[in-house]
């Protein structure tokens, strides 16, 4: 079997790149560990840059994202009892969309299928070989059988656990690396979000967040011990603790209800480098990883795809291979503006277990310029909304 590109892993970045590429004439063979359902069943980010909603225009599929997502204008964030909105609108001219990934990737998953997409599920033992060589193979195993397919290039889209990254020779691969001392406790719940925006709260007792996923379903998330476990967390611990983080006024308002998930999320900043090796290109969470403050992750990863994909039109339609020879570099330097973001929003918001007195007093002075001073703000917005391709 052939094809011009394998591309390895079937999440937001292997079926927006194979969607796209589609577009262009280009074929390409998504080789999936997982089952679609299980994939689907991952709750993950939900706020979209305005990028990776072109990406999603271009690629044929914002149409039910633009009835069902929601515009938003801009967030809020509180600390201790207080509380101010950043107006996104107002300091980039730009909003972001709260739209689930699991609705992104089952309208690529739809989109896919319609047009007859080449996915393979449930694929074992994937691996990659002759990546510097004119053609490369990549092998794996499904229903007992091992299959073989050669192609011109190989999209990395596999997640931070997966093959491709682990490919690229230790000597020439260099990774970076923060592990932040707490996680993230995150609930799924059918209650009406406590507030139109989300807000982002920084307290004595840790971090909190309120977000949602539509008028009728909310997302809130509480920092936690890394050595926490769901099953520690009854819903009305949950609730009670949630509340205790948020300024009174908000908290009287939340509505509470039984969670239909809960789960624990660590954080932790990685980048490894380069992000192309031989016939290889590394795309999304293979690539790298930023802690969720901030909600980076999946639009960085859409980022990629855009290089990418642009990269390989470029080829495919002009023999031009400028685009794909500077890939890694355009790439990498919007991934660090974002690790940067994610780094900092983080440091802002949390409890840190070695944290004194004073570095608590910093965040709060810090919080408070925030507050008072645009150009802080307008450095804030631009970046939340995302940065230029
Ligand atoms: P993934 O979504 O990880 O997709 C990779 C795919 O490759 C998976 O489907 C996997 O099954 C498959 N795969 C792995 N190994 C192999 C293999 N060997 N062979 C074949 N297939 C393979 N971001 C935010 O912005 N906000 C959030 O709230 C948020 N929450 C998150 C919570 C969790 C628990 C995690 C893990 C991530 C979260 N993120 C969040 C990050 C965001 O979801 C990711 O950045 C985004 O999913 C990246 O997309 P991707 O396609 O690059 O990788
Ligand atoms: C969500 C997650 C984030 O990390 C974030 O910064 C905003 C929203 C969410 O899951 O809704």
New binding site residues.
């Given amino acids: 079997r052939r094809t011009q590109i394998v591309i390895?892993?079937?999440?937001?970045?292997?079926?927006l790149l194979s969607q796209l590429l589609h577009k262009r004439g280009i074929q390409s063979v998504v080789?999936?560990?997982?089952s679609k359902d299980?994939?689907l069943s991952?709750?993950?980010?939900?706020?979209l840059e305005r990028g990776l909603l072109g990406l999603m225009e271009e690629a044929g599929i914002g149409g039910r994202m633009a009835k069902e997502g929601f515009a938003h204008d801009g967030t809020l964030i509180s600390y201790g009892d207080e509380m101010f909105r950043i107006d996104f609108k107002e300091l980039t001219g730009h909003s972001v969309m709260v739209y689930g990934?699991t609705e992104v990737t089952r309208d690529l998953y739809d989109a896919r299928e319609a047009m007859g997409g080449q996915i393979e599920y449930n694929?074992e033992e994937?691996e990659i070989h002759d990546l510097e060589s004119d053609a490369a193979t990549v092998t794996?195993r499904k229903d007992g059988q091992t299959h073989k397919i050669s192609c011109d290039f190989v999209a990395g889209?596999?997640?931070?656990?997966?093959?491709s990254r682990k490919t690229i020779p230790s000597e020439i691969r260099k990774e970076y690396e923060k592990i932040y001392p707490f996680g993230w406790l995150?609930i799924l719940s059918r209650t009406p979000p406590v507030s139109h925006e989300l807000i982002y709260a920084n307290s004595e007792r840790g971090f909190a967040l309120c977000s949602m996923r539509n008028e009728n379903l909310s997302r809130y998330?509480i920092q936690c011990d890394l050595t926490d476990r769901p099953e520690d967390w009854s819903d009305a611990a949950f609730w009670a603790e949630l509340k205790r983080r948020l300024p009174p006024e908000v908290a009287e308002k939340m509505v509470t209800g039984p969670s239909i998930e809960k789960?624990i999320?660590p954080l932790r900043s990685f980048v490894s480098e380069p992000m192309r090796w031989g016939r290889l290109f590394l795309?999304?969470?293979?690539a790298h990883?930023?802690p969720?403050t901030g909600?980076?992750?999946?639009?960085?990863?859409a980022s990629d795809v855009h290089y990418l994909y642009n990269g390989l039109r470029q080829f495919y339609e002009t023999g031009d291979a400028a685009g794909i020879d500077g890939y890694s570099e355009l790439a990498l330097a919007r991934v660090w503006k974002a690790e940067r973001f994610s780094w900092w929003f983080s440091s802002l918001m949390h409890r840190y277990p070695e944290q004194s007195a004073f570095d608590f007093k910093m965040q709060l002075a810090e919080i408070e310029f925030l507050r008072s001073n645009r150009a802080a703000q307008q450095a804030m917005a631009e970046n939340y909304v995302g940065l230029p391709y």
């Fill in positions: 390895i892993g079937g999440g937001p970045s292997g079926l080789l999936e560990r997982k299980y994939v991952r709750i993950r980010a939900g706020v990934q694929v994937v794996y889209c596999d997640g931070y656990h997966g093959v995150g998330y789960s999320a795309c999304g969470d293979a990883i930023v969720p909600a980076k992750g999946l639009n960085t990863a």
